[in-house]
Structure formats: structure tokens, C-alpha cells
């Protein structure tokens, strides 16, 4: 059985950074992305990285502010999130994919393993 765990989130002011982290517990997933949901608002793809690292994906809306990288433990996953403005506020989620091939990091019909989610709230 898969298992993803976030932590990381948090309360921060406009300009801040953050550093949100997913451990996949069980199997080794061939892709984790980041989702966000904000209430009232769709589910967001936010960043998304291959196992090898070797392939990313960003929103448009994080592009050069969050970087999503592997860690050096097997199966861990960081959001690195600076610049943090007040529309980066959401619940944000890790995702799992076990497939050879994705071919869209973003697009959460790809993902079939979550996470709980951990909240990230950006004050002005």
C-alpha cells in the first residue's frame, strides 16, 4: 500500500519562503507533483518532477519563485516556495504516479495516490 505524507506548511508573510516536503511510503513512484486548492477554487497543478529528476513542470503562476526538486532520502520530494504572495494561499497535496510515462506533470487525472495535504496561508 502507498502512502504520501506532507509537512512543511505554514503561516508566512508576503515575500517569505516555505519548504514543503512528501515522503512516499511503500512503493517508489515514478512522478510526485504538487497540487494546491484554495477554497472556492479548482485544484491547482503546481509542480510536478520525475524520480529521476531528470523532468519538471511548473504552473506558470509559481515559475521562478518554487522549486521542486528529489531529496537524498529514496522517495522524498521538497517544494522549495520563495516569494510566497497571498494567492499562493491553498491546501496544497502531494501526488503519486506509478506509470512509465505521464505525459502531463499537472493534470491531476494522472494520479491515482494523495496525500492529506498541508495548508499554506500567505498574509499581505
Known amino acids: 500500500q502507498v502512502q504520501l505524507m506532507e509537512s512543511g506548511g505554514g503561516s508566512v508573510q508576503a515575500g517569505g519562503s516555505l519548504r514543503l516536503s512528501c515522503a512516499a511510503f511503500?512503493?517508489?513512484?515514478?512522478?510526485i507533483t504538487w497540487f494546491r486548492q484554495a477554497p472556492g477554487k479548482e485544484r491547482e497543478g503546481v509542480a510536478g518532477i520525475s524520480r529521476s529528476g531528470s523532468r519538471t513542470s511548473y504552473a506558470d503562476s509559481v515559475k521562478g519563485r518554487f522549486t521542486i526538486s528529489q531529496g537524498n532520502a529514496e522517495n522524498m520530494v521538497y517544494l522549495q516556495m520563495n516569494n510566497l504572495k497571498p494567492e499562493d494561499t491553498a491546501t496544497y497535496y502531494c501526488a503519486a504516479s506509478f506509470v512509465a510515462w505521464v505525459p502531463m506533470l499537472l493534470d491531476a487525472n494522472n494520479y491515482d495516490y494523495w496525500g492529506q495535504g498541508t495548508q499554506v496561508t500567505v498574509s499581505s
Open positions: 511503500g512503493y517508489s513512484p515514478t512522478i
